[in-house]
């Protein structure tokens, strides 16, 4: 029995339709079914049954479904140890994030740690994070949960909850004040981050929800320049906790938002059947470690 026959019988049982199947597995529909009947004459038994014109397994299909998702998870994790074996490959980590700055201090601490391996880092937006990460561009991420759709081939563990601070230069007139209103917040000369970044498009929903208009002065593309202008007294912004926990606030104030803001949980997502190399598991018990340090 080929690995290749088994690949080709649990994609078609997860998606449960002979067009996404060979879809998902770039081959044509005609050829799928094919090496379904190959695969029935060489286990001598029927594996597909329609019912109500859904496509459903028998009891030896059931049976076959189960053991060949093992199999295929057996030689997945094979197929990584043995790539272990390479040098290259064991201190090499690739990972996708919806936002960078998540990682900064991890990588510091990681770094020192295991000064000799390779982390390759890209930024995306949540939805292309799983999507490269069921690819297999990447053995793991972090993406914002609540943009997530469910997905059976994927786990997430949540790594901490992001929040909306008020961000001032120390001159500022709120510069003595802790709570402020976001109402009050976006009467100012507002600097933000351009919509279409995640947290960018959960502050304006929140706004629309409560009648508020969110009409920045200045506008970029990240986080970076938004916290600049405040340092040089620009405006005020609006920033997630977690890119500025880690970073040097001489010239800033930081002040709560009293307003009931959502909340954003960032979460670890990678593939249920992916086996971890020891450096993808010191790089994750890292970044677990160090961004719990984001909850105040």
Known sequence: ???????????????????????RLFITQPTLSQQMKLLEENCQVKLFQKHNKQLTLTKAGELLYFEAQNILKHVNAVSVALQDLSHSQ?????????????FTEV?????????????KMDES???????HILDARASFGAAY???????????????????????????????????ISLKEVLE???????PGIAVRNMLDRFATEHNLLVTPQY??????PCLDSVQR????????????????LDSIHILKISDPLPVAAIALIYRKDHAFSDMELAFIEKTKTTLKQVII
């Open 90 to 102: 064991a201190n090499k980590i690739t990972l996708y994030s919806s936002g960078c700055h998540f």
């Open 107 to 119: 990588l510091y601490q990681f770094s020192r740690q295991y000064p000799t391996v390779s982390v």
């Open 1 to 23: 029995m080929e690995l290749r026959l088994l690949k080709y019988f649990v994609t078609l049982c997860e998606e449960k339709n002979y067009v996404r199947a060979a879809k």
């Open 233 to 248: 007294n620009i405006g005020i912004s609006l920033l997630p906790l977690s890119f500025l926990k880690f970073r040097s």
């Open 188 to 194: 100012q000369t507002l600097v933000l981050a351009k």
């Open 125 to 131: 937006s949540s939805r292309n994070v799983v999507k």
């Open 219 to 224: 506008e970029f593309p990240n986080f970076v």
């Open 145 to 179: 949960s609540s943009l997530i759709e469910p997905n059976d081939s994927i786990s997430m563990e949540t790594l901490f909850e992001d929040q909306f601070v008020v961000v001032v230069n120390k001159v500022h007139p709120w510069s003595n004040k802790e709570h």
